[in-house]
């Protein structure tokens, strides 16, 4: 290699993939790993949240004692000194003692040793879960007429003629619009046991026929059948669900994709999950990276302030801390 032709390909080295041959270019790409697929997807992307807000008062299944709470947490700035409530006026920072009675709350992951000890716990679910294709069929008509109505593979067959085959390793939502009755426990969870669900013959088809990751719905149990026979088998041959799902009428049935998050609690039987869907660009609802502020936060001018009845903190003063400084500075 002569020296002209040397000092040539350091130049365009120094200058950026702009300038390289295509080849080079293309390997810069390649290098670059995901980031591209960012940037030409999910930079322009709606983003929906499909999870419920929590709160001390959450409807639960009616099974569960009403024992959760929320309360300001302790701790203590100096070793010496006794455990106190962290307050804002005092330590410049608060932190929150959640206290729940079940860990099936809100909307939630279930792992199959909610029912079965030999099938995975939480911590135990496999990282591969974050990021699927997300399908959603809508029973919320056939629940208008019967809120009782369980998902059927009728239901399932004529969203596939309308769409195509279910994709494997895919979520499927069930939308029923249920999450409109939260957090009212009494209509959510009505005492005469009626709530719209997923028939088992509907679950055996989607999982075995069509090989589904898994399932959600909206209400807090899958079907409303004397035994829980979707669940018990849902459960009992390994296979998970997403319960107490949230705004799937704001997803569209195809072309979106589902982000799942939960903590790994050691061998927990249950998990406080957040579900995103991830929407083509052209959908109507959610919001695109950049259209709010993400960092920094914005600055509220309202408070939280800790309401002692209700044991939660409210946003119900007006800011009196300035942006940037600490109180006890």
């Not at 390997?27 to 980031?35: I, N, P, V």
Request: net charge neutral; aromatic share 10%.
């Amino acid at each position: 290699m002569d020296r002209r032709h040397l000092l040539k390909l350091t130049s365009l080295a120094v200058a950026g993939s702009a300038t390289l041959p295509a080849a080079v270019s293309a390997k810069a790409k390649r290098a670059a790993g995901l980031w591209g697929v960012w940037d030409q997807a999910f930079a322009q992307a709606r983003f929906v949240n499909l999870s419920h807000v929590l709160e001390p008062d959450s409807p639960v299944w009616k099974g569960f004692p009403p024992t959760t709470r929320f309360a300001q947490g302790t701790g203590r700035l100096d070793e010496a000194a006794p455990y106190a409530p962290f307050t804002y006026e005092k330590t410049g920072l608060e932190t929150t003692a959640y206290t729940f009675a079940t860990d099936q709350f809100g909307t939630q992951l279930d792992p199959p040793a909610h029912w079965h000890p030999c099938f995975a716990a939480i911590d135990e679910l496999p990282p591969t879960l974050a990021l699927r294709k997300l399908a959603v069929i809508s029973i919320a008509e056939q629940v208008k007429a019967d809120v009782n109505h369980q998902l059927t593979v009728a239901d399932v067959r004529a969203w596939e003629r309308r769409h195509g085959r279910v994709p494997a390793g895919a979520v499927m939502m069930v939308r029923s619009d249920w999450h409109k009755r939260w957090p009212d426990a009494k209509r959510f969870q009505p005492a005469d046991g009626k709530f719209p669900g997923v028939s088992l013959q509907a679950l055996k088809f989607l999982h075995l026929e069509r090989q589904i990751l898994l399932h959600g719905h909206e209400p807090l149990d899958t079907d409303s059948t004397p035994t829980l026979a979707s669940e018990d088998w849902l459960m009992a041959n390994g296979y998970m669900q997403a319960e107490g799902v949230a705004h799937l009428d704001q997803v569209p049935e195809t072309g979106a994709l589902v982000a799942i998050g939960f903590p790994r609690l050691k061998g927990g039987t249950g998990g406080f999950a957040s579900f995103t869907a991830i929407c083509p660009p052209e959908w109507s609802h959610g919001t695109r990276p950049g259209e709010v502020p993400e960092a920094p936060l914005p600055f509220n001018e309202k408070r939280l302030v800790w309401n002692e009845a209700k044991g939660l903190r409210e946003r119900t003063a007006a800011c009196d801390k300035p942006k940037g400084k600490q109180s006890f500075n």
